[in-house]
């Protein structure tokens, strides 16, 4: 039973370019959460999903990010024209239904660097 | 003010201390708490959550929650060298569409042999 799956792991992009962040969820899990995790920092939601909604994103910059969870394939987390400061762990959680907080399971992360 | 304030160490102990790692919290609506563990370049891991005030325990570990001071412990028995990593607290509401979690910035813990 593989668990939340997210790739790449490294991604290093210049500024300016655009930056995809792939995650798939435990099977049997039909809500995804995304964190940012910053150097020195915890995590910081950042938006959460359904298939095909957005049920909160009050985590998101309201500029250059946007998230999607399409009914067929896996959630994406897309940071347009990227800048320094968007280097950071991201990290990608699923859990099988809204407040079952106790089956939260994060995945392995997507480390991004921006040069 | 933040809402999860937790000592970011580095905290290092010997091989079969206990040790004991804490957070507050300043809000209290949250319902769940909850402890990950973290290696490093790795993903956090559920370790232990719990709904109420109290005590639970789950082998080495001992998770405490006192919600009248906002208070927050995790206890580790026996430590040993595996347990080497970051450990965060996190806490949770579940009211209408809200499903987050708010973390803690971590403690670093280092088992020495």
């Known amino acids: 039973n593989a668990g939340v799956m997210q790739n790449p792991r490294h991604l290093v992009r210049r500024r300016g370019q655009e930056a995809r962040l792939r995650c798939s969820p435990m099977?049997?899990?039909?809500?995804v959460y995304w964190y940012r995790q910053l150097p020195e920092e915890g995590l910081k939601f950042m938006v959460y999903?359904?298939?095909?909604?957005?049920?909160?994103e009050s985590g998101m910059p309201k500029e250059r990010f946007s998230a999607e969870f399409p009914k067929e394939g896996p959630s994406i987390l897309r940071i347009q024209q990227v800048v320094r400061g968007d280097s950071a762990a991201y990290f990608c959680?699923?859990?099988?239904?809204?407040?079952?907080?106790?089956?939260?399971?994060f995945g392995s992360g997507t480390r991004l660097t921006v040069v | 003010q933040k809402e999860v304030e937790q000592d970011p160490g580095p905290l290092s102990v010997p091989e079969g201390a206990i040790v004991s790692l804490n957070c507050t919290y300043s809000?209290?609506?949250?319902?769940?708490f909850m402890w990950y563990r973290q290696y490093s370049r790795k993903g956090p891991e559920l370790l232990m959550y719990?709904?109420?005030?109290g005590n639970k325990e789950d082998g080495r570990f001992t998770a405490q929650v006192d919600k009248s001071s906002k208070y927050i412990s995790l206890f580790i028995r026996d430590s040993q060298p595996s347990d080497s990593a970051t450990y965060l607290c996190?806490?949770?509401?579940?009211?209408?569409?809200?499903?987050?979690?708010?973390f803690g910035t971590g403690t670093r813990l280092q088992v020495t042999l």
């Open positions: 959680a699923s859990s099988p239904g809204q407040g079952q907080l106790s089956g939260y399971t």
């Open positions: 996190a806490m949770g509401l579940v009211t209408g569409t809200a499903s987050k979690l708010t």
């Open positions: 719990t709904y109420s005030s």
């Open positions: 099977k049997g899990h039909s809500h």
């Open positions: 809000n209290s609506a949250f319902q769940y």
């Open positions: 999903l359904q298939k095909e909604n957005i049920i909160d």
